[in-house]
């Protein structure tokens, strides 16, 4: 069996070890909700504070130019295209994930009004926001919205099926679909893919370029570390770019803003994806976050980056998962995550009859922060710990494991205080 002092000599390995200290991370937690909202980076309060006291403070609004707000969309966009196989000028940073759903599922849309295909398809256990924007979008356009499980995929792509709208990696159980063998099927039927990568963005490699997928969206508080509500990112294939309209015309994604014609003519390619004025201050702390994630990129001779990060991630996820079922066999948890690599994200999600809400709480109060998800009729509530491979060792595996096996054996989570409800959980 595994011990305490094994994962020590793992951590002291550890060839990325060092990008913890690009972190802010409370003492005595062990923070395993990064797939949630990612930790501080420490560069992010004084650029900030900077951005707020010398480019707004001192610049005023000649800090669109001469501190290069202007282009922040498009720069931070770039170094998005880094995690995601995308190329430089394809990705832009704006608005919200939801927002943005609603943007490419509405030229996606578009591009199939004139056919006969009147379905979209996705899961049902997709995350609900991006169900809600296709129960919207398919009501307003004429579409039928059919909730499907992963396992009748690719059978149900048949030729009247118009998107097929999926999350790379689910946000319950933390599989993970494979994105090119999917949009090849897809495509095969006729079908756009619109993919979203919540969950994968800075947690798992992506290729969408290589796999030819069509739209994609992506967070930027998670795994990217950008800070609570921080802006999201949006990728349209260069064969769609610039030939579809996105239904929000702002201002911001006009050819040439500052022109103010009364008329909307698109910027060319993804540009024409921004709407309103730009949050800068969110951008800026939304660039400290990738940035943690892009230091990566200098192991292993500059080779290392989401490979790397990957191979790191696997082996806290394998290691997490022995663990416990080693140490809390006939404790009632069941793994519902895959064990397969190639089906993995970057969390381990554990299932119990009774307590699961309780159990998460009894081990944030011991500073082991993960979260919960509640379940329904057909499917069960869920134990979700998320392992960012930036600032999570080895040790802290384990250490979380034996807090888990505590309060297990203890029965701490029958405690009243654990089973009261929180608004967020």
């Known amino acids: 069996m595994t011990t305490l002092e094994d994962c020590r000599a793992l951590d002291a390995q550890d060839p990325l070890r060092s990008l913890r200290d690009q972190f802010t991370l409370p003492p005595d937690v062990i923070y395993l909700d990064g797939n949630s909202l990612g930790v501080l980076p420490k560069a992010a309060p004084a650029r900030i504070a900077e951005v707020v006291a010398e480019e707004w403070g001192q610049g005023l609004i000649r800090s669109w130019n001469t501190a290069s707000w202007f282009d922040l969309p498009q720069r931070l966009g770039d170094k998005v295209a880094r995690l995601i196989g995308a190329a430089p000028g394809e990705v832009v940073c704006t608005d919200s994930t939801s927002v943005n759903l609603y943007k490419v599922l509405f030229a996606a849309l578009s ?23 296709a129960e919207s979008l398919c009501r307003e356009r004429g579409f039928t919205l059919k909730l499907i499980d992963a396992d009748e995929l690719p059978a149900v792509l048949t030729d009247d099926v118009a998107v097929l709208m999926l999350t790379h990696v689910n946000y319950r159980t933390g599989a993970m679909h494979d994105m090119k063998a999917i949009t090849a099927a897809a495509h095969a039927a006729g079908a756009l893919t619109v993919w979203d990568l919540a969950h994968s963005a800075g947690a798992v490699p992506v290729a969408l370029n290589e796999s ?11 795994y990217l570390n950008g ?10 294939h260069t064969r769609h770019a610039g030939k579809f309209e996105q239904p929000l015309s702002g201002w911001w994604g006009h050819a040439a ?8 003519r698109p910027a060319p390619g993804v540009g024409r994806y921004l709407c309103g004025t730009q949050p800068i201050i969110a951008l800026a702390g939304l660039e400290c976050g990738l940035d943690t994630v892009l230091a990566a990129e200098a192991f292993d001779g500059g080779k290392g980056g989401m490979a790397a990060l990957r191979a790191k991630s696997l082996a806290l996820t394998d290691l997490f998962i022995q663990l416990v079922e080693e140490r809390c066999a006939g404790q009632g948890l069941s793994l519902v995550t895959p064990r397969e690599h190639a089906r993995r994200g970057s969390q381990v999600c554990l299932s119990r009859d009774e ?3 309780a159990i998460v709480q009894a081990l944030i109060a011991r500073g082991v922060i993960g979260d919960y998800r509640a379940g329904d009729s057909q499917m069960p ?14 040790e802290d595996v384990w250490n979380s494991v034996e807090h888990l096996v505590q309060v297990l054996e203890a029965g701490e989570w029958k405690r009243e205080e654990f089973n009261r409800k929180n608004a967020v959980t």
């Open 111 to 133: 591009q199939q009004k004139n056919s006969a295909r009147k379905l979209v398809i996705s899961e049902r256990s997709n995350f609900p926001t991006d169900l809600y924007i």
């Open 227 to 236: 800070g609570p509500g921080a802006p999201a990112f949006v990728w349209v």
């Open 381 to 394: 509530d869920i134990l979700r710990f998320g392992f960012t491979p930036l600032y999570l060792g080895f």
């Open 355 to 357: 307590g699961a809400y």
């Open 212 to 222: 030819d997928a069509d739209y994609a969206i992506g967070c930027g508080y998670k």
């Open 257 to 264: 803003p500052f022109e103010f014609t009364p008329h909307y």
